[in-house]
């Protein structure tokens, strides 16, 4: 039963923690509780689903199927997450501003907060789907059905809780001082997400490592100790990266944090609302 | 000089993308890793150092396993009576343990040796 526990834990942790971050990254935006739930919900649904097919996937492309699924699941919430991050360095003083003026909720519209519900639901599904696969496997196998149900639910718990834990950390930031926190968080998130999925192109065959291993810091730290799982997961903490999946997190937070920059130098100016129209 | 960083980070990605065809054609060497009542046959599997290597992970079990490497860097799963590939490499000589996550006991490593002349 603990041994599913810990496994079901380390599985649940990652997409605990991102929901957790993209919670707190939405604070003060109305309704962004039904649409992380929703991303949840599909996430949940799409996990069975890969899981239900997950032969036919990993099959597939010669075998291949299931790292260019997950590449495509990483590389596409890299996009969301670098979408909300530039947006919210457009918008954030401003809804902080307002949250502030009105003290409750304001509505920003939908758009930002469905690109947050796909994160959700592809943190979720990635996570989910391994989850069901193993539970599934030892439900059909026949023996130890109770302990692997227990141990489950034991590990769902506490990765759901530890999530909790680090949105309720989140929460006690004073709010002119939290999006740029999240905004971080959801910047190096990005990276690291895209670091997976260079290694998992890499592992596929489809893209070269360039240089295996370009450094080996599992004597430091192995990513799996919970304190090395935590930081791969928040911010794509690898003992032995690839040049490839450096030049990935590199270009990310280069690519992200230069729109972010570039977006924020416009919107900075005082008053952007009330700006004139462009004299040019 | 944002957008310049931007575009050398894209240029480098490009010519990263370029080598791409060249290196996919080149040899690649098969290794079979069989994973039969939750147990790693070879335990110990001795590869060449310094060149890319496929491994094929064939879980004769009826139970999915994930086929995971800290020291490698790799992580797949691999559902019951399927047989996978895991590129990998080109490593260094040394050891690589490896472990099936959803069966943490069931471990093995690869021995990576410099190889004849």
């Known amino acids: 039963m603990l041994a599913t526990a810990i496994i079901v834990f380390r599985e649940v942790l990652e997409a605990a923690l991102v929901v957790s971050i993209v919670l707190a990254a939405a604070k003060g935006v109305a309704g962004r509780g039904r649409w992380v739930g929703f991303g949840v919900v599909l996430g949940v649904a799409g996990a069975c689903l890969v899981a239900a097919f997950a032969g036919s996937i990993a099959g597939a492309v010669q075998g291949r199927g299931q790292e260019l699924l997950n590449a495509g699941i990483l590389l596409t919430a890299v996009v969301m997450l670098g979408w909300h991050n530039v947006w919210m360095s457009r918008h954030g003083r401003e809804l902080a501003r307002e949250m502030k003026a009105v003290g409750h909720d304001v509505a920003m519209g939908e758009r930002p907060l469905s690109v947050l519900m796909v994160v959700v639901m592809m943190a979720v599904l990635r996570e989910g789907a391994e989850v069901v696969l193993f539970g599934y496997g030892i439900y059909a196998a026949g023996t130890g059905r109770d302990a692997m149900l227990s141990g489950g639910l034991a590990g769902l718990g506490l990765g759901v809780a530890a999530g909790a834990l680090l949105y309720k950390g989140l929460l006690r930031i004073p709010t002119r001082h939290l999006f740029a926190v999240t905004g971080w968080m959801v910047l190096l998130l990005a990276a690291g997400m895209a670091a997976d999925a260079a290694g998992l192109l890499t592992q596929a065959g489809f893209l070269p490592a360039i240089q295996d291993g370009v450094w080996n810091s599992s004597w430091l730290l192995t990513e799996q100790s919970l304190t090395g799982r935590l930081l791969h997961i928040l911010v794509g903490y690898t003992q032995r990266p690839s040049a490839l999946q450096l030049l990935f997190y590199a270009v990310t937070l280069a690519v992200i944090g230069g729109l972010m920059a570039l977006v924020n130098r416009g919107g900075a100016r005082p008053q952007p609302r009330t700006e004139t129209p462009d004299a040019r | ?117």
């Open chain 2, 1 to 117: 000089m944002t957008f310049q960083r931007k575009l050398g980070a894209w240029s480098i990605l490009a010519s990263v993308l370029g080598v791409v065809p060249a290196w996919a054609a080149g040899p690649q060497t098969t290794f079979d890793l069989v994973l039969r009542g939750q147990a790693f046959t070879p335990q110990t599997l001795t590869v060449p150092a310094g060149q890319t290597l496929t491994l094929m992970v064939d879980n004769r079990d009826a139970l999915p396993a994930e086929f995971e490497s800290g020291d490698l860097g790799r992580e797949k799963v691999i559902p019951g009576g399927t047989r996978l590939p895991v590129v990998v490499g080109p490593l260094k000589p040394g050891r690589y343990d490896f472990f099936n996550d959803f069966h943490p006991a069931s471990t093995g490593a690869l021995i990576a040796v410099p190889p004849k002349p």
